[in-house]
């Protein structure tokens, strides 16, 4: 039978940690299995979670923090919709002593102190691997290839990285132009919407759309195919995220090639929360691992894939 400390230690170490979580919207595939996962693990690591979703508007994510400070939770746990206009709520969660974990985006505060723990991707690389099959690809190195970009949501860390890391590639190969570069916010229509403004401009002109996620290029897929050209043949399409809207795409040959962005994030934050509210110092940055996928590779992953 345990003596008395060690079972009041037993219950001080298995109170639930309460995690309010500011979920940025549900813009796109990849957020949907990204507050899967978020969900799944909380049941699992028996955190008392509390999801609030700011369907994309900054100022009602930064009304939902302030409320899980005044309800005085554990842990805060965000997705940033842009990178800035924290430094006052998370000032406050600050003196409130209310650790602060980053999940998926980055922000620019003015003290850095603000934030705990950041749990994502390295953007910048992932743009880095987009250009990088471009240039693979390309025919040769002095017939120009006409680029369109579709951009993520303004001011978004994941659309201003991925956007560098394109360009860190393509601008060492002067024959890669882009074109024009259009916000779709993530979504899969606003991405049609851009791609149509695109083909009315360029039309055949264009030769490859990059598009900072896969919901985009599938908008991008639909607008091409209205327009009476062959995605993946016509004009070449490229993504990031790797759900399954581009395995499905890959398999079919509309599209052709993806970067994996993980969203599968949840048992990293859950983890992190618990060790927080134990007092357990945790990494200022924890880094996924991520691969690509060409139209092969697609049809044998898609079948060991769950989003
Ligand atoms: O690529 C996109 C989602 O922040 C990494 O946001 C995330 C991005 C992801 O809408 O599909």
């Known amino acids: 039978y345990h003596n008395r400390n060690d079972l009041t230690s037993h219950i001080e170490n298995d109170e639930k940690v309460t995690l309010g979580f500011a979920q940025v919207g549900n813009e796109s595939a990849w957020r949907s299995a990204n507050t899967e996962s978020i969900i799944k693990a909380a049941e699992q690591e028996n955190v008392d979670l509390q999801l609030i979703n700011a369907n994309n508007n900054q100022e009602k994510q930064i ?8 309800q005085g939770v ?32 980055e922000i620019k ?14 953007f910048v690389e992932e743009g880095r691997r987009a250009a990088q099959w471009v240039v693979d690809h390309k025919e040769s190195n002095t017939e120009t290839v006409n680029i369109i970009e579709l951009e993520g949501t303004k001011s978004s860390a994941p659309a201003t990285d991925r956007k560098q890391g394109f360009k860190e590639v393509s601008e060492h190969h002067p024959n890669l132009h ?9 979504t899969l229509g606003k991405g049609k ?9 360029f039309g055949s002109e264009i030769d490859i759309v990059y598009s900072h996620n896969d919901d985009m290029a599938i908008g991008a897929i639909e607008a091409i195919e209205e327009y009476g050209l062959q995605p993946g043949f016509d004009i070449k399409i490229i993504s990031i995220d790797a759900t399954n809207k581009a ?3 890959l398999s079919a040959g509309k599209l052709n090639f993806t970067v994996e962005c993980n969203p599968l994030l949840g048992p990293q934050i859950m983890q992190a929360a618990k060790e927080l509210k134990n007092g357990t110092e945790i990494p200022m940055k924890i880094i996924t691992s991520e691969e690509t996928f060409t139209q092969e590779e697609a049809k044998k992953e ?3 894939r769950n989003y």
């Open 63 to 70: 009304a939902i923090i302030r409320d899980f400070i005044k």
């Open 74 to 105: 554990d842990v805060i746990a965000f997705s940033p919709m842009v990178e800035n206009g924290w430094d006052e709520v998370l000032q406050e969660a600050k003196d409130a002593g209310i650790p602060v974990i980053l999940c998926d985006r």
């Open 109 to 122: 505060v003015q003290d850095d102190s603000l934030w705990t723990s950041f749990i994502g991707s390295d």
């Open 178 to 186: 882009i074109i024009d570069s259009l916000s779709g916010d993530f």
């Open 193 to 201: 919407e851009m791609m149509e403004k695109a083909l009315q401009q």
């Open 247 to 249: 395995f499905k795409a």
């Open 302 to 304: 898609i079948k060991k």
